[in-house]
């Protein structure tokens, strides 16, 4: 009897040791961690600077261990800190869908990241039905290129991204979504359209494309690279829509994706070059970190859009 006596002694007293950390300090701990300073996550959260460094300071004692390392001013998470991290913004976000319960709402606003083809291109549609069958579960939707939502979803700064390219990381996990069609276009007055391009001449044209970090400039040398002897870049771009217009205007030529110049080929302001080259393809994802539990809100907005979700998601 002693002896089971001790053990629930000792079970209270783990519990009452856990349960000395609170949501506050959590919140500030998370803030930290993306702003790099108690400073910069005071300002974030709304909270003084001595209120952020005293939460800051409390849940490192009651966790026993420091969660930064101090460079200078600058706070880097350490490797305890980088093993909090996801389970501290896992409970806020359970606190934000408690609270959100209580308060008239239906979820907390759904935090999506998609590169510019996805972003601009394929989801607008999707969040506008999904905010007509949903009026008050509000989407916002940031728009970059790929490698940017790619560190938005690490840094736990989105619940979801929607991406173009191969791109990956050790902390996501990338799910296929749907296939694109990589075309060549031109404008109808160039020297090749009507004809079909060899790859010499596609080798000796000019071209415009994508920058660097982009998922379609990812795709786009890899194909091209691959079967043209060089690829002459004239303009590197960061957006689709400049890309089209300067190609339009009859310089050089452009690598893109279907969904980003049909309306441009029905109109007439394009045209798609016919080549010898193999189809080009490519595979669109979406991604999550894999120690981040969805809430049911993201997960039936993946299923609206046409996405697979984690099966410890699905009874969420």
Not at 101 to 125: D, K, M, N
Not at 209 to 232: F, P
């Amino acid at each position: 009897m002693t002896g089971k006596t001790d053990q629930l002694q000792s079970q209270s007293q783990t519990s009452s040791q856990r349960l000395r950390l609170n949501l506050r300090q959590l919140e500030v701990f998370v803030a930290t961690a993306r702003e790099g300073s108690t400073r910069a996550a005071a300002d974030r959260i709304a909270r003084s600077q001595s209120a952020a460094s005293s939460a800051l300071a409390d849940l490192e004692s009651s966790v026993g261990a420091l969660l930064f390392d101090r460079l200078g001013r600058r706070l880097v998470l350490n490797e305890n800190g980088r093993a909090l991290l996801p389970k501290a913004q896992a409970l806020l976000d359970q606190a934000g869908e408690v609270e959100a319960l209580f308060s008239g709402e239906h979820a907390a606003p759904l935090r999506v990241a998609a590169s510019f083809t996805i972003g601009e291109y394929l989801l607008p549609e999707k969040v506008s039905q999904w905010t007509h069958l949903h009026p008050q579960s509000q989407v916002h939707l940031h728009i970059a290129n790929t490698h940017d939502v790619i560190q938005a979803v690490a840094g736990f700064d989105v619940d979801v991204g929607f991406i173009e390219g191969p791109q990956t990381h050790p902390d996501l996990v990338v799910r296929a979504w749907r296939e694109d069609e990589l075309v060549i276009v031109a404008a109808p007055n160039h020297a090749l359209a009507g004809r079909v391009a060899t790859h010499k001449q596609l080798s000796q044209a000019t071209w415009v494309l994508r920058e660097h970090g982009s998922g379609t400039r990812q795709v786009t040398d890899a194909w091209l690279i691959q079967n043209l002897e060089q690829v002459r870049v004239g303009f590197e771009l960061g957006s689709t829509e400049a890309i089209k217009r300067v190609v339009a205007s009859g310089t050089g030529l452009a690598c893109l994706s279907r969904y980003t110049v049909a309306q441009a080929l029905e109109d007439g302001h394009l045209i798609e070059l016919r080549t010898r080259l193999p189809a080009g393809t490519r595979r669109l994802a979406t991604v999550m970190h894999r120690d981040k539990l969805l809430g049911r809100a993201t997960a039936d907005f993946l299923r609206h859009c046409g996405a697979s979700v984690p099966r410890a998601s699905s009874a969420r």
